[in-house]
């Protein structure tokens, strides 16, 4: 297995451009996940997806952030327009079941973007 | 005050030392407790799960205190390879309106030198 697929690696972009990250879940996982990592905040939820449907998007930061699962294979995260404070890394993550998730059921993270906002 | 809540470090120790992280959380309701490895640049990677009585991997050995709202892990003959950020995670309860939401710590940064 491939594990979660992210991509870009890197992003650097100006100002009030418009920034789309893209992540691709292990095959058969129910749940997925967006996060952003910065020194001062740590590990932030973003927003948590169970069978493609938005669940909890209460982590999302304002309305230039937003997020879309249009099938099982495929997750956008889009920045519009993009400041330089969005400079962070951006984790996409997934697990294998949905809400009813065993206890100890693992998170599985790709390998991030790192976004750079000028 | 944060829901979970870590001593960021750094901790310096050497080669075969024993060091011990500790980790709070403020959600009573929280369910199941786990210890996430992070490499420089690197995405996080579970490490251990936290269990009531305690339980022991190798060098690395997790404790809870449900009634203290502690938990911790004690890695012992620190290895140059254990050189990480050590991350406490806290998943509250499902059911409800509650979906098992996972809550990361800010991490523990180690480095183990020779």
């Known amino acids: 297995d491939a594990g979660v697929i992210q991509s870009p690696r890197h992003e650097v972009t100006e100002m009030g451009q418009e920034v789309t990250l893209r992540c691709k879940p292990i095959?058969?996982?129910?749940?997925l996940f967006w996060y952003r990592q910065t020194m001062m905040r740590g590990l932030e939820l973003l927003i948590y997806f169970n069978n493609n449907v938005p669940i909890d998007d209460s982590g999302m930061p304002e309305d230039r952030f937003s997020a879309k699962m249009p099938n099982a294979s495929f997750s956008t995260l889009k920045i519009q327009p993009s400041e330089p404070r969005d400079s962070a890394v951006y984790f996409c993550a997934s697990r294998p079941s949905g809400l009813n998730a065993g206890s100890n059921e693992k998170l599985f993270f790709g390998s991030g973007t790192q976004l750079s906002v000028l | 005050r944060k829901e979970v809540e870590q001593d960021p470090g750094p901790f310096n120790v050497p080669e075969g030392a024993t060091v011990a992280f500790n980790c709070t959380y403020s959600n009573s309701a929280s369910q199941s407790f786990f210890w996430y490895r992070q490499d420089c640049r690197k995405e996080p990677k579970l490490l251990m799960s936290v269990y009531s009585s305690g339980n022991e991997d190798g060098r690395f050995t997790a404790q809870l205190n449900r009634a203290s709202q502690y938990i911790s892990l004690l890695i012992r003959d620190s290895k140059l390879s254990d050189s990480a950020t050590y991350l406490c995670?806290?998943?509250?309860?499902?059911?409800?309106?509650?979906?098992?939401?996972?809550?990361f710590g800010q991490g523990t940064i180690l480095t183990v030198h020779p």
């Open positions: 995670v806290v998943r509250e309860r499902a059911g409800g309106t509650s979906y098992g939401k996972l809550t």
């Open positions: 095959s058969g996982h129910n749940s």
